[in-house]
DNA sequence: GCGACAG
DNA sequence: ATCTTGTCGC
């Protein structure tokens, strides 16, 4: 009976950045995508391995948003593709400098950065490109959100493609904290293991905390997007990882962020 | 009531 | 997210 929940809390936040009842809108356009989550392998393809077959894992992407500190409003969407059978080469990169209007609100990152996204995968779809990716990493999370919808899954069901989320901060969700977490990785049973599975209070496994590298000792957060399992998601990653963050999202971030200072340049007076 | 809150 | 060179160490 008390009218005070965490919705409505998030209406009255949003009505500072959106505009009235845009949150509430967007948390029922999150509800009605995720039904179309799909939490299992669904793909033709066999993860990498000596004799197979079947169509090889080969094609990873990753894509990455900008934005000018300078000018807010400024923006730089990248898509990039790495060849797993070639030590992670770059096959395929692609970037689209637009502005943005849509605000950053925590739990709604998709609304401001998925367009941009989509556009880029389309665009490159439509010249029939051989390096499409087979799979795509996403720098934001997929199941690990609020609404079990975050950026990752979202993407992936405009898209229709797998997709990984990968989190380089925790968003609290379910119980989690960030304070929490780093207890559990510092705990004196999880000190070596690499991988720490993402429980809620609930019981739901969100995802998982990985030490990428043997010398980060911050985590990943690796979650569910979308036509994956954690465990195909998890040996993605790690197939990936020549630093603490994966190469389709690092090559995709350290791209965007130049493309986007050259294109600030150009237009200087 | 206050704080927390991916990028 | 963004501002930013050098620098400490394997």
Redesign the pocket.
């Known amino acids: 009976m008390e009218g005070v929940n965490?919705k409505e809390?998030e209406e009255v936040?949003a009505q500072k950045h959106s505009g009235p009842s845009e949150l509430g809108k967007w948390a029922e356009i999150q509800d009605m995508l995720k039904k179309r989550v799909i939490t299992e392998d669904d793909f033709p393809w066999r993860l990498p391995s000596l004799q197979s077959q079947h169509q090889q894992l080969r094609y990873v992407g990753g894509v990455?948003?900008?934005?000018?500190?300078e000018d807010p409003s400024m923006a730089c969407g990248s898509l990039v593709v790495l060849d797993l059978h070639h030590a992670l080469r770059l096959v395929y990169q692609c970037h689209t400098v637009l502005t943005l209007d849509v605000p950053?609100v925590?739990?709604?990152?998709?609304f401001r950065e998925a367009p941009i996204l989509v556009h880029l995968l389309e665009k490159m779809k439509s010249t029939a490109s051989p390096f499409y990716p087979q799979v795509l990493m996403v720098?934001?999370?997929g199941l690990l959100?609020p609404r079990g919808f975050?950026?990752?899954s979202h993407l992936g069901v405009l898209a229709n493609l797998p997709t990984i989320?990968i989190?380089?901060?925790?968003?609290?969700v379910d119980g989690l904290t960030?304070s929490g977490v780093k207890e559990l990785l510092e705990a004196e049973e999880n000190r070596t293991k690499d991988l720490i599975t993402l429980r809620g209070s609930s019981g739901f496994i969100w995802g998982v905390a990985m030490r990428s590298t043997q010398s980060s000792l911050k985590p990943l957060f690796v979650s569910i997007g979308h036509r994956i399992s954690l465990d195909t998601a998890i040996k993605v990653v790690k197939m990936t990882c020549k630093f603490r963050v994966p190469e389709p999202i690092r090559q995709a971030?350290i791209r965007s962020?130049k493309h986007l200072r050259k294109h600030q340049i150009g237009r200087l007076e």
């Open positions: 965490e809390n936040e990455d948003v900008s934005v000018s500190k950053y925590p739990g709604f990152l998709a720098d934001g999370n959100h975050g950026l990752a989320g989190g380089k901060n925790l968003h609290h960030r971030d962020r």
